[in-house]
T-cell receptor, first 111, second 113 residues
Framework: SQQGEEDPQALSIQEGENATMNCSYK?????LQWYRQNSGRGLVHLIL?????REKHSGRLRVTLDTSKKSSSLLITASRAADTASYFC???????????FGSGTRLLVRP | KAGVTQTPRYLIKTRGQQVTLSCSPI?????VSWYQQTPGQGLQFLFE???????NKGNFPGRFSGRQFSNSRSEMNVSTLELGDSALYLC????????????FGPGTRLTVT
């Protein structure tokens, strides 16, 4: 079963705009990760935020984590057409060695 | 370092057959995880191996099995294929210790007819 639910399911923006995706999860976690997937290919790791962190940056990516609300957001600034992909959040069950993925957000960046 | 490789990339099988998929992790990685991705169920965890031992298993029937070899390469097997097994099967490797990100292969697209 999927732990995370992502919102929105789909997002269409113009190149240069910012894109924000949200993820909610159910159980306690050690860390939360975001991955990108281009049209049915393998996933690419974007960023990992630990449960004791509130915000993390990597290039044009900014991730926040609110463990009290069991939610995270991914912000992509100054989006590019190449950012068009599906984005997934993934959490670890703190008692196991597996990632539980959200349902994903499909991002379309129009040139 | 070379990335995670999966073979074959595409596979077409008939109901009732069995299939074996292979995954070679990044050099030095001892953990290999397998995921199934379908439009309806999304990404679902199948199992994870670390140093040839299965550490965790998802909620899949016994028709799905796997193993890991001493060189960390892993295989997964699906027996008695069903139409619903059509999916993208993704393999991911990691160091397997502590907090870690996973590195995914390109996947094997399995179609069951």
């Amino acid at each position: 079963s999927q732990q995370g639910e992502e919102d929105p399911q789909a997002l269409s923006i113009q190149e240069g705009e910012n894109a924000t995706m949200n993820c909610s999860y159910k159980t306690s976690i050690n860390n939360l990760q975001w991955y990108r997937q281009n049209s049915g290919r393998g996933l690419v790791h974007l960023i990992l935020i630990r449960s004791n962190e509130r915000e993390k940056h990597s290039g044009r990516l900014r991730v926040t984590l609110d463990t009290s609300k069991k939610s995270s957001s991914l912000l992509i600034t100054a989006s590019r057409a190449a950012d068009t992909a599906s984005y997934f959040c993934a959490t670890d069950d703190d008692s196991s060695y597996k990632l539980i993925f959200g349902s994903g957000t499909r991002l379309l960046v129009r040139p | 370092k070379a990335g995670v490789t999966q073979t074959p990339r595409y596979l077409i099988k008939t109901r009732g057959q069995q299939v074996t998929l292979s995954c070679s992790p990044i050099s030095g990685h001892r953990s290999v995880s397998w995921y199934q991705q379908t439009p309806g169920q999304g990404l679902q965890f199948l199992f994870e191996y670390f140093s040839e031992t299965q550490r965790n298993k998802g909620n899949f029937p016994g028709r799905f099995s796997g193993r890991q070899f001493s060189n960390s390469r892993s295989e997964m097997n699906v027996s008695t294929l069903e139409l619903g097994d059509s999916a993208l099967y993704l393999c991911a490797s990691s160091t397997g210790q502590g907090v870690y990100e996973q590195y995914f292969g390109p996947g094997t697209r399995l179609t069951v007819t």
